[in-house]
């Protein structure tokens, strides 16, 4: 049940009933683009926040079949620079740290033996340099802040699509070697690619058996060698990223469990599955909604997780499709933290317009890069790269509706109207419903538990704060357009910290009933009581309560918020000490027949709080009957009803 206030017999429906779990907050930064080159992504982003990727000079591009020219980009202090990579068509950057070292290459498949090989590119100490002639035929994958890289010798044949099959890895130390390739213990081969390198010298990758028959998830730590557990119930699987947590000698990892057959480049039966290892058991991430795989990309000392989810089922670049692949509808990025995936898109505190495909990296301060689609003012739709980085900690607003939730929800706040806020952080201690103390010389507590609700210099009344959600009272408001509103916590403390301001719209009423229970369809059992102070609505309608339907002749009152102006000159947020009856034009309907009424207006000894006493007509048949109350030509949600009997 949602949070209730008691005003004497009266139960005050106003708080939601349920509320997802808010995650992190993002806030989004589109990087640019190049000259004449619109199309950008980002691929890789070092700990102090400097980003590579590529602009190319039309979207939904795909890297491995189209080959088209796209330039490499270095974004460090609000500036994205042209590398101008020299010699190759389609270079991609796949690594950059503290020093600005861009490591990468070009991947290209021979249209008649179907061989694929790459080329690698090396940019340091702020020029390009020759390329190592161990690394030659080598694709460089992750890079540290030691110059460290891996990678593999991809030596993918005609029939093979994979880059994780018949390749081999290697670790590099820039500028001058020496060169190691790797090996898995226990395989009876090596290892087929390293996919990502951290500053302790833990590596991940993927190990292949003899043969060539199996993909599994592959771990060096410490000197050791580690083929961790396949994520039942998949027979492949690889590590795409490491991290050295603060708290364990085992680094954080993660990667995916796979089923696919590499002999094909699309495989329809394919399946791909997100997974964390911790303590190295594998732990499956699950899906997005809406989404039938998600492969994981990066993974920081925190152990916050990034990846992508996909409506398709892979096909044979499995996780590097964050890399070679345009953004589409098709892909949706995410971040896993506190134990749930989030769609990333819906974590942006600044997103509209944004739709994020891909989270390629995230750093230990938790900035994310990846691509995305953005929708411009002109209807375009735009591929861009972009950073994020964690909206400050302090209250974060999220929405603002009507306190009885109808369906659909009020959006527009009204002179004293009761309304409710969501958001995150928006108090800073345990919930504080509205007690008899906390009503000072007939007045609501405009600080309650430290929160506090700003309109300007002007603070409202509150009933209700949460970390997630407030319930206010409007004050004094114009008659049309909008007011600022921000949320404060520590409000009357030297400390005090703020929400971003937002723009409410207002209008001069916002009619509402309250409700017993607020369902997603809007059919809602409008609070009214008997005369006795008797719940009125069908039997059972809530554990524990009795409730009984009206019959023809009853007379009821049903309670409701936003119904405007009255006969009262009491300021908004003042506890209503006699009946004030509503000034504007009203009218009230049961099961579509007109009701005679005999009060409409505030109800005394409360603030905010509207009711209507009414007569139950004769000629309405037993059931739920829809009662709606139009004010100045506004009326509340058409599916409310009162249960009535014969």
């Known amino acids: 049940m949602a949070p209730r206030t008691l005003f004497g017999s009266v139960i005050l429906l106003l708080a939601a009933g349920s509320l997802a779990a808010q995650g992190p907050r993002f806030i989004i930064q589109d990087l640019g683009v190049l000259p004449n080159l619109p199309a950008c992504s980002a691929t890789a982003l070092s700990q102090s926040g400097d980003v590579v990727g590529y602009c190319t000079g039309s979207a939904n591009q795909n890297l491995l079949t189209a080959n088209p020219v796209t330039h490499v980009f270095l974004y460090s202090k609000g500036v994205m620079t042209d590398l101008n990579v020299r010699g190759l068509t389609t270079p991609v950057p796949t690594g950059v740290n503290n020093s600005d070292t861009v490591v990468g290459g070009q991947v290209s498949t021979n249209s008649s033996s179907g061989i694929t090989t790459a080329t690698p590119f090396l940019y340091e100490n702020g020029a390009f340099q020759p390329v190592p002639e161990q690394l030659l035929d080598a694709m460089p994958l992750a890079l540290n802040d030691s110059s460290q890289l891996v990678g593999a010798f991809l030596a993918a044949g005609a029939g093979i699509s994979s880059f994780f099959l018949d390749s081999s890895a290697y670790l590099y130390r820039l500028p001058s070697g020496p060169l190691t390739k790797l090996t898995a213990i226990g395989l009876g081969e090596g290892v087929s690619a390293a996919l990502s390198i951290d500053d302790a010298l833990d590596i991940g990758g993927s190990g292949v058996g ?162 995305g689609l953005y929708t411009a003012s002109d209807g375009s739709v735009l591929q861009h790269a972009f950073l994020l980085t964690p909206a400050p900690v302090g209250p974060s607003i999220t929405g603002i509706v009507g306190a009885a939730f109808s369906t659909p929800a009020v959006t527009s706040i009204s002179p004293n109207g009761i309304f409710t806020i969501f958001g995150s952080q928006l108090a800073t201690g345990a919930p504080a419903p509205l007690t008899a103390a906390d009503i000072v010389d007939n007045q ?203």
């Open 444 to 646: 609501l507590p405009t600080d309650l538990g430290g929160t506090c609700v700003e309109s300007g210099s002007t603070k409202w009344g509150l009933f209700y704060v949460s970390s997630g959600q407030i319930n206010a009272l409007a004050g004094l408001l114009p008659s049309s357009g909008t007011v600022p509103l921000a949320v404060v916590t520590n409000c009357d403390s030297a400390n005090p910290t703020a929400s971003s301001v937002i723009n409410v719209s207002v209008a001069p009423v916002a009619p509402e009933f309250l409700y017993f229970l607020e369902n997603t369809n809007g059919q809602n059992p409008v609070a009214a009581i008997e005369p006795n102070g008797a719940y009125v609505g069908p039997p059972g309608l809530i554990a524990g309560a009795t409730f009984t339907p009206a019959k023809a002749g009853d007379v009821l009152t049903a309670f409701g918020v936003g119904w405007g102006s009255t006969t009262s000159s009491a300021t908004p947020g003042t506890i209503a000490t006699a009946a004030a009856t509503l000034a504007d034009n009203y009218s009230l309907t049961l099961g579509g027949r007109p009701v005679d009424v005999a009060y409409a207006g505030l109800t005394p000894g409360f603030a905010g709080l509207y009711q209507i006493d009414f007569t139950v007509p004769l000629g309405l048949t037993a059931g739920n009957q829809p009662l709606v109350l139009t004010v100045d030509g506004v009326p509340t949600e058409a599916l409310a009803y009162i249960a009535l009997t014969n």
């Open 210 to 371: 003899t043969g060539s028959t199996n993909v599994s998830p592959y771990l060096e730590s410490g000197g050791g060698t580690t083929i961790l557990r396949l994520l039942s119930p998949y027979p492949q699987g690889l590590i795409t990223s490491v991290a050295q947590g603060d708290l364990s000698f085992f680094p954080n990892s993660v990667g995916l469990g796979f089923s696919l057959d590499f002999t094909v480049q699309q495989d329809p039966s394919a399946a791909a599955h997100a997974v964390n290892y911790t303590s190295s058991q594998p732990v499956d991430l699950g899906v997005l909604p809406g989404t039938l795989t998600s492969m994981a990309t990066s993974i920081n000392k925190s152990g916050t997780v990034v990846g992508f989810a996909s409506t398709q089922p892979p096909d044979f670049i499995l996780h590097l499709a964050a890399l070679f692949y345009a953004p589409s509808g098709k892909y949706q990025a995410f971040i896993y933290s506190g134990g749930q995936m989030y769609n990333l898109t819906s974590q942006l505190v600044n997103g509209a317009g944004w739709q994020l495909s891909f989270a390629n990296q995230i750093n230990d301060a938790g900035q994310i890069v990846g691509s």
